[in-house]
């Protein structure tokens, strides 16, 4: 069996709103909703609705020989429900044909594998009951960390869970000379499965689609069925993992982006002996070739595929640091908006906008951003922490008296 | 006694402390009936009417007056080679560099025009403007006879000051709010030096704002000490100000306001704040203001792992400003060179006790403030924690402190100077 697997994540944070010093103790709404509400609708005008569309008539057309998997991430969940009903009715809509995979990962697009294994397993079991509610009793067999960060530690944890199989970074300093076109086990759990994306043919589709200084462009799917045809026949599994918004929002429909997507089946059928499956039936279908070491995280993040992207400089340690500090207070608190808060300040992207590796990969971060600078960002999220803090301090103040 | 005063800025229309310094000594001279003519590049029409006062842009200039010619040529040397900044912030300098980009045509053909229409700013054609002012000023020194005696405030009048001196032989004051050190650090601009050494050398007699600045001037430009006079600032209102505005967090409060650049010495609060953060968590630091040092202040306090605690709030404008005094328990102002600094009074209207560094000007008269040396980071967060801890010492400094600044008036500063004019006209004859 020789398959392509396509998985796209879908991802939406609760940017905050400018939050000043002096709102410090009085403001205790930390999210723009103006601006959350604004890029919900434009995305969901430019990528989520007509590529829904698109993959539901594929789906049809191909009886669902065609397959997609999706991780929706619980902040994504959330905002769809607030500001955009009809786009969460799509998705519904593309789960009940039975040939959508969901995927499980923490609620809130949160770092907490690398610091808690409770919180970690708390916003895990989150998400699993959200999807369970907004899916009609749908349950996710395959897990994916947030932005594919995976160690053998991670590994252990999710396995732990009960899954079945991870996806995660075909990172080469992690393969050297091996391929990402294999299944693979975990080095500690060897029942969990291990699926390393192909990042070559990914980031072809996902940047570089529309890079007129790209030797390949314009990329057809002739071309792109001729490279996979020329993947030793041997190598089995093609993982093609990207952010879903590569369609009409990274990628504009302007660069032909969805007829590549509405034709390339259709390539795939006819010129290759590759079908397409989801993430769980190759776990349950192809067998692993070797353990896979990995000792230190990885991500599918910038050119090092490391966690700098959202740790490592002083600003965004001390902002994590100082967030974790307060993780046994929150959960001794019963308090909705206080769990809400808490959740929502995890999330990846608040520290991703206090990177400051400008020179190499800086224009992406710069791209996703809602600060002029990671300085901005950095006094804007501690603002809002510092008040955070106050409210937990309070609240821990009245359960002691 | 008449003066011909030259200025740069005069309220409402100001971008630093020398308009209101002009403004508090105008008003001051007044108080004892001293007649001033003030010049300032632009007039804006909505000054208080309290001197007889000249728009440097409506004066038309005489180019047939051969004694004009040096201060022509002055000006045409100038044009060629004034990529030269001094007074620019990163966000002025962003302004000004568009506008000098996109809106800046005339500067050919206003070479030869008659009139000027000035900026009155501290923009990129700043020394343009500098020679283009003295030629004015030959000018009016030319027609004007009703004077005594000059007086220029910093070297953006100074050419000023030496063009009208020459024409009319009146004898000059030059008033010194700061010099080129205090702004650049030993790395001096040079055109902006050569016209303040310029200016002290002309003049009859130098004014300074504080005993710090005398004794630079001696050092740096070498005027003799017998040929200054200190003058410090005063404040033009020392009512105390309540304020309704409330603090919102629990914990108290120490503030630095200001520019955050090299002068004001914020790394010193930053390391004084870690000590004491270390020692009591149960306070807040806030630096207020932007600057070029901004961004590696943001980096050490991240650094040193204390960002929930200490707090940036960016640039602060029309109340916010109040506020942020009113919410302060400790005011804190460590600059490494202050001519004067008039903010920590600012501090003690609000009722907030004062640290200040004995590099600034302000140490001089302020008695009731704690003063340390800006490098002295451990007796700094002594004294802030001292202040935030021992009530019956903060207590003594807010009462002492407005008492004393109620001595500090400007017709008292007026008073002082007419008495360094009447010296100088005496010496003349």
Known sequence: ?401 | MRVLMFGWEFPPHISGGLGTACYGLVKGMNHHNQQVIFVVPKLWGDEEPMADFVNASDVRIDYREKRFKKFWKNLTYLEVSSFLVPYLGPEEFKKFTDYAIHDRTDVDESIFSNKFEFSGKYGKNLLEEVSRYALVAAQIARDKDNFDIIHAHDWLAFPAGIAAKEISGKPLVVHVHATEFDRSGETVNQPVYDIERAGMHAADHVVAVSQLTKNIIVRKYGIPASKITVLHNAVLDASIIKSEYEKKVPEKIVTFLGRITFQKGPEYFVEAAKKVIDRDPNVRFVMAGSGDLLNRMIDRVAELRMATRFHFTGFLKGDDVDHMYAISDVYVMPSVSEPFGIAPLEAVRHNTPVIISKQSGVAEVLRNAIKVDFWDVDAMADAIFALLHYDGISRMFKELGSEELKKLKWEHVAAKLVTVYEKTLAERS
């Open chain 1, 1 to 401: 069996m020789r398959t392509i697997c396509f998985y796209f994540q879908v991802h939406q944070p609760f940017r905050l709103k400018p939050y000043r010093f002096f709102d410090i103790g009085e403001d205790h709404h930390y999210w723009d909703d103006f601006l959350n509400r604004n890029v919900i609708r434009k995305v969901a005008q430019k990528c989520y609705l007509p590529m829904n569309t698109l993959l539901f008539e594929l789906i049809n057309q191909y009886r669902g020989k065609f397959k997609v998997a999706f991780s929706l991430s619980g902040t994504f969940l959330d905002q769809m429900e607030a500001y955009a009903p009809e786009v969460l009715e799509s998705f519904q809509k593309l789960v009940a044909t039975g040939h959508v995979e969901l995927l499980n990962e923490t609620y809130t697009h949160s770092l907490a594998s690398l610091k808690s294994k409770e919180e970690f397993q708390a916003l895990v079991r989150k998400h699993q009951e959200r999807i369970k509610e907004l899916f009609g009793g749908y349950t996710p067999k395959v897990f994916r960390n947030t932005e594919l960060i995976y160690s053998d530690q991670i590994g252990a944890m999710v396995a732990d869970m009960g899954y079945e199989a991870i996806l995660t970074e075909g990172a080469k300093h992690i393969l050297g000379w091996k391929s990402p076109n294999y299944v693979y086990s975990s080095a500690n759990v060897q029942k969990l499965k291990v699926l390393l994306k192909n990042f070559l043919l990914s980031d072809d589709i996902a940047f570089r689609f529309s890079n007129k200084t790209w030797a390949d462009y314009p990329l057809t799917t002739e071309k792109f069925v001729n490279w996979i045809n020329a993947i030793p026949k041997e190598e089995q599994v093609l993982n093609l993992f990207m952010d879903y918004e590569t369609f009409g929002e990274h990628q504009w429909e302007e660069t032909g982006i969805f007829e590549f997507m509405r034709h390339l089946p259709e390539a795939v059928f006819k010129h290759s002996n590759f079908s397409f499956s989801t993430p769980s039936e190759v776990a349950a279908e192809v067998s692993p070739v070797s353990k896979i070491h990995v000792p230190v995280p990885i991500s599918w993040a910038d050119e090092e595929r490391d966690l700098t992207a959202w740790l490592g400089n002083d600003m965004q340690d001390e902002a994590f640091d100082r967030l974790y500090e307060l993780e046994k207070l929150v959960r001794n608190i019963d308090d909705p908006e206080i769990k809400r808060d808490w959740g929502y300040l995890q999330t990846s992207d608040h520290f991703y906008y206090m990177c400051t590796k400008f020179f190499s990969d800086g224009s992406v971060h710069e791209y996703f951003s809602p600060y002029d600078t990671p300085y901005d960002a950095f006094i804007n999220f501690m603002n809002v922490l510092s008040d955070f803090m106050l409210r937990v301090k309070q609240k821990t103040a009245a359960l002691q008296s």
